[in-house]
Each structure stands twice: as structure tokens, then as C-alpha cells.
């Protein structure tokens, strides 16, 4: 039995995860909650212009 697909699943999965900015953004939340170990210099270069450029 040959198993055909209507569209190609790895371009749907793709597809479906968010844009990397909000991967990203994720991972940086996760990291300045302390719910995952801060990566380094990840961290440390995204805090520093947070500072230097704060939202309000």
C-alpha cells in the first residue's frame, strides 16, 4: 500500500511553527523568567540592547 500525501508535510510543519522573531522572543522570556538556563552570550547581547532601547 503506497501512502500518498496532498501536500508535502515537512512544508506544512514549516509552515506552522511561528516566525523565528517569535521563537526567539520566546526563548528569551523563558530564559529572563528563569524557567530555562540562560545561554550565553544569547542572553547577555539581547538584555543589553533591551536596555538600550526599552520599549517606553
Same mark, same amino acid.
Given at each position: 500500500m503506497k501512502i500518498t500525501h496532498k501536500s508535502d508535510p515537512?512544508?506544512?510543519? !514549516? *509552515?506552522a511553527y511561528p516566525a523565528v522573531e517569535?521563537?526567539?522572543d520566546m526563548l528569551w522570556h523563558a530564559m529572563d523568567q528563569?524557567?530555562?538556563?540562560? !545561554? *550565553?552570550?544569547?542572553?547577555?547581547?539581547l538584555q543589553k540592547v533591551k536596555q538600550q532601547h526599552p520599549k517606553s
Open positions: 515537512l512544508k506544512r510543519r !514549516a *509552515e517569535e521563537q526567539l528563569g524557567a530555562i538556563p540562560k !545561554a *550565553e552570550p544569547f542572553y547577555t547581547t
